[in-house]
């Protein structure tokens, strides 16, 4: 799922490309792992929660490495 959003998003940027796939990535992996690991959906707004920071923080620190990368020194 998360390739199948990327790939025709790529071209129209590499953040909303990333953002997308990663959303639609993040709560079927949620879903299918709670599902198939607990039987049980019940844990899934934590899930989301925490996948959700930990893909804002990825963004943000690819962000700022790539401004400080385009920055002349």
Known sequence: MDFAVYEP???R?????????NAVGLLVDS???LQLAFDS???LPGQILGKTWMTLAA???L?????????PA
């Not at 962000?63 to 990368?69: D, S």
Request: hydrophobic share 50%.
């Open 9 to 11: 998003l790529r071209q």
């Open 13 to 21: 940027g590499l953040l909303l490309a990333m953002l997308a796939s």
């Open 31 to 33: 879903l299918l792992f």
């Open 41 to 43: 959906l019940d844990y």
């Open 59 to 61: 963004v943000t620190t």
């Open 63 to 71: 962000t700022l490495l790539r401004r400080t990368k385009r920055t």
